[in-house]
């Protein structure tokens, strides 16, 4: 028999200079940080699936009017402090008092003790743009210059802005011509959103503009634009805020189908805008658990989500989801650009502590 070691051993070393890919395989073997995430409810569910699934989870505090703020922030404590090495948290300050002197100062207080308690940084929310307005009646957009100290005490402080701000596109446009179906169902059960019903709020440009002036004011502010930054429909688009501001990344919260949109019309063009911006790109779910939520239901509607997501980044398999009408092919990432992806881009942009805790 002929020697065949050093064809292997030549094979081996060909493999190992080819790029790496991950399989559905490997789902549960790579740690992973699902980096948007909202648990409102005592529910140890989805604490102990992200330990099965092995992932992190940042919990996100929302100024939405929905669960008083502090409501919300004792429920982050309490994840925190059951699961140390699973769950961290961004917190929220309110405008509550915008038009008093003294607001600032209130603002500051409230993040001081978010940071002491170990809050990865804050979050701002689409309230500001589309709810709040001052007592002349106007909005109050992110630019404001009031927002400076806040913001300067976040910068000093190490700690990260997580900023909603705008909504999709498609809020602007009627429900029978968005592009993707969970935008219109969100929008059809919240009107009051649905800026295509009030064309007297600011307008999609008038937030993304806001948005961009306030990027260039804080040059020195870590940003995390939430839900591709409001540009979702176009890579490009984000591409160019990339470009701009440097010390910006974007999660993909509730938005990776309208990359799985753009899929279908070019796949190579979002495959190539992940691996040239995959140091900005951060994985996020928007997922999370209410108090009225069933645990059960939202632990299999979780994992089946993180599957999926996982399937898309990870395989060039043809596919569809239910927010996408049509099929579109998974991006099969490269598997470092997955890790990053997944994983190191979170620790980085929001400073999470390596090993928990
Ligand atoms: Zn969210």
């Not at 691996?275 to 658990?289: A, E, F, H, M, V």
């Not at 927010?323 to 991006?331: A, D, I, M």
């Amino acid at each position: 028999m002929k020697n065949i070691f050093p064809a292997l051993l030549a094979l081996t070393m060909i493999a190992s200079c080819q790029t790496k890919y991950y399989s559905m395989d490997d789902f549960l073997s790579v740690s992973k940080i699902d980096a948007h995430f909202h648990l409102n409810a005592e529910s140890p569910a989805l604490t102990d699936l992200a330990k099965a699934d092995n992932f992190q989870l940042v919990t996100v505090n929302v100024d939405n009017g929905v669960r008083p703020t502090e409501t919300q922030y004792q429920m982050a404590l309490y994840q925190v402090n059951q699961s140390p090495a699973t769950v961290e948290f961004v917190s929220v300050f309110n405008l509550k008092h915008w038009d008093s002197v003294g607001w600032a100062n209130e603002a500051i207080g409230m993040l001081e003790r978010s940071f002491r308690d170990g809050a990865l940084g804050i979050k701002l929310w689409k309230s500001i743009g589309m709810v709040y307005k001052d007592s002349s009646g106007n909005f109050i957009m992110i630019d404001d210059p009031k927002f400076d100290p806040v913001i300067r005490y976040v910068i000093d402080q190490d700690k990260t802005v997580l900023g909603h701000l705008g909504e999709p596109k498609n809020c602007w446009l009627p429900l029978d011509q968005m592009t993707v179906n969970n935008d219109r169902n969100y929008f059809e059960e919240h009107p009051q959103y649905h800026m295509f019903l009030h064309p007297d709020y600011p307008s999609y440009e008038d937030q993304i503009n806001a948005r961009d002036r306030f990027l260039e004011r804080n040059p020195d502010m870590r940003f995390v634009a939430a839900h591709l930054a409001s540009l979702e429909w176009d890579v490009d688009e984000l591409a160019k805020r990339f470009d701009r501001f440097p010390n910006m990344a974007a999660d993909m919260a509730a938005r990776i189908c309208h990359l799985q949109f753009q899929s279908k019309a070019d796949r190579e063009k979002v495959r190539n805008f992940f691996i040239k911006y995959q140091d900005r790109l951060i994985y996020g779910t928007d997922g999370g658990i209410g108090p009225s939520d069933d645990p059960e239901e939202a632990r299999q509607s979780t994992h089946e989500k993180w599957l999926e997501d996982w399937k898309y980044f990870t395989t060039d398999d043809t596919m569809s989801v239910w927010e996408v009408n049509g099929e579109f092919r998974g991006l099969k990432l490269p598997a470092d650009v997955i890790d990053k992806v997944y994983r190191t881009n979170a620790i980085k942009w929001f400073k999470i502590p390596e090993g928990g805790e």
